[in-house]
């Protein structure tokens, strides 16, 4: 059984853990109703499916959903299908990267746009449409500071469909095995995860434990997928193991896809102006083991709503509240039902229960200005005293986030020139917790922003396309606050903020003052926009530098790859 099998299981009908008579059947009439006005609405269900989760995915289609005609929720990402289509000719931005050519012979005819425009496998019929394609990223690196070659090795398949004209599905499945450069392969071993891409597979001979597979290289694999039903003009209802991004931005202060695919429960309604999300996770502590549970379990109900205020003005409230799967006694206390209200604000149920529970609240706003230039930013709160934030003095307690950023299509009136300009500022503690296992994490990773806390950082991109040929430039600068042994200065959102170091004074970069620069420099051609699979070629140049330590890293790679997916090396 699958992770977001479980946790539905356990949502709805979670009665073995709670003996309690009176606490199991109310339970059982909450979810039940629940299932049956879900099941109900079914009668007036139309298509929905999501668009991938990916940055580099047709840049023309994100031009236009930033368009001063329309009014689009661009900080719900991944993008429904159906609410793209509405506003903008979907059809005929992809047909702007088919590579047409008339070939006499059918059978030639198809096998070219097989391999250059469309789906490998496609089956369409008035009531069902299924599409397979293969995934891979098969790449070949040399790191010249270490003198260490460097590989990657993924083979996968993707699977999605419709079934008559309300439900559509879609899954995945990556095998892969990699050896990492030095920085990568060190934070590999220290979480015992690929970035954003799972658990290792652990091996253990007569020498102990170890990570490699013959000796040669990780093995690792992941798969996600989701089933999705609209209701009528207005609703969606998700079930999956995925990924969420909230956010204008590169990066997200409020919930990225940073981390592992995790189990998740989504309802949205998109009516007027107004797009409204509510969604349920379940999240895993690599770190710790529950008897008889796996590994530790915690939960989040996360509020967003979007408001589009004019067709260039878009403002976003946000909420989440994490808790625990088991009580500090290892009780069970499983999904908390105060938190499946879906319509009011979270810090409020949090406060009055008396709860210790992790509760965060944050802001979102977009402003197109002209015709394609983009101002955007975010406001996270985890905790916020205005008296201490006034006084200026370096609470500890005052743990605040904010993004400020810039985006341009068609810069310098420069057909497909794109422009990107950003700034992250997370204060020391922000997303931490007393009880490591409710911080704002998920399977040993952030689930914001990749540096955790204690840190800010300026990351920029300048990216051009000429019909298939794409060529990106990305310019990173970052100070970051890493501890000493035995010290806790904030930039570890995995520790209690119970062992800070001092009350006052704190600010962003203290503990070991490091500085990152992060350079990637990579051209790469379009093979087939079906399914993203492109030939990519690049260096990276990351230096690293503190008054501890100084690691350089110099790294040229090639690759054939199908990206839909966003991994962040840039670390």
Not at 25 to 42: A, H, P, Q, W
Not at 280 to 306: C, F, M, W
Request: proline share 3%.
């Amino acid at each position: 059984m699958s992770d977001f099998q479980t946790t539905f299981i356990l949502l709805c009908l979670n009665l073995k853990e709670h003996p309690k008579s009176g606490i199991m059947n109310r339970k059982k009439r909450f979810c039940l109703s629940f299932v049956v006005l879900f099941l109900i609405s079914l009668t007036a269900f139309s298509q929905s499916a999501y668009l991938p989760l990916n940055q580099e995915y047709n840049r023309s289609l994100q031009e236009a959903l930033y368009g001063k005609s329309i009014r689009f929720h661009t900080s719900i990402r991944p993008y429904a299908f159906r609410d793209v289509k509405a506003v903008v000719n979907y059809d005929s931005l992809q047909s702007l990267l088919r590579m047409n050519r008339v070939i006499g012979k059918r059978w030639k005819q198809k096998a070219w746009d097989k391999l250059f425009n469309d789906d490998v496998i496609t089956l369409y019929k008035k009531n069902f449409s299924l599409v397979v394609n293969p995934l891979m990223d098969f790449s070949y690196g040399h790191d010249f500071a270490e003198s260490k070659n460097v590989w990657v090795n993924t083979r996968g398949i993707e699977v999605k469909g419709r079934i008559g004209k309300f439900f559509t599905f879609y899954t995945n499945f990556y095998e892969n095995q990699a050896t990492f450069v030095n920085y990568i392969d060190t934070y590999v071993r220290e979480n015992k995860i690929v970035p954003g891409q799972g658990r290792l597979q652990i091996m253990i001979d007569s020498k102990g434990e170890h990570f490699y597979l013959n000796g040669k290289g990780y093995d690792y694999n992941s798969a996600t997928g989701y089933i999705s039903i609209a209701a009528g003009k207005y609703f969606t209802f998700q079930l999956g193991q995925g990924k969420n991004f909230l956010g204008d931005g590169y990066r997200s202060l409020l919930l990225s896809d940073n981390s592992f695919a995790n189990a998740y429960f989504k309802m949205v309604v998109n009516i007027w102006h107004i797009k409204y999300m509510v969604l349920y996770n379940q999240y895993l502590d690599l770190r710790e083991k529950i008897p008889g549970l796996g590994y530790a379990r915690k939960y989040s109900t996360v509020h967003y709503l979007s408001w589009a205020i004019s067709k260039r003005v878009k403002l976003s409230l946000f909420d989440a509240v994490v808790w625990p799967a088991t009580d500090s006694l290892g009780h069970y206390r499983g999904f908390d039902l105060q938190y499946l209200n879906p319509v009011i604000l979270l810090r409020p149920v949090e406060f009055s229960l008396g709860s210790p529970d992790n509760a965060l609240l944050g802001f979102n706003l977009s402003v197109l200005v002209g015709k394609h230039n983009i101002f955007y930013g975010q406001l996270l709160l985890d905790e916020f005293n205005l008296h201490q934030v006034l006084s200026g003095n370096g609470y500890w307690i005052n743990k605040q986030a904010f993004q400020l950023g810039f985006k341009t299509f068609d810069a310098l009136n420069v057909k497909n020139l794109y422009f990107q300009t950003e700034f992250n500022y997370v204060r020391p503690y922000t997303y931490s917790e007393a009880v490591e296992r409710i911080n704002y994490g998920n399977y040993n990773q952030p689930l914001a922003h990749p540096f955790g806390s204690n840190f800010w950082e300026s990351v920029n991109f300048i990216k051009y396309n000429y019909k298939r040929l794409f060529f990106s430039y990305e310019f990173l600068y970052s100070i970051k606050g890493l501890d000493p042994p035995g010290k806790n200065y904030g930039g570890n959102i995995y520790k209690s903020y119970n062992t800070y170091v001092n009350a006052y004074g704190n600010y962003v970069g203290q503990g070991i003052r490091t500085r990152l620069i992060y350079q990637d420099l990579k051209a790469s051609f379009l093979i087939n926009p079906a399914y993203n699979l492109n030939f990519t070629m690049g260096v990276v140049f990351r230096n690293l530098k503190s008054d501890v330590s100084t690691q350089n890293t110099h790294y040229f790679y090639i690759g054939l790859r199908t990206s839909l997916r966003n991994l962040y090396y840039d670390f």
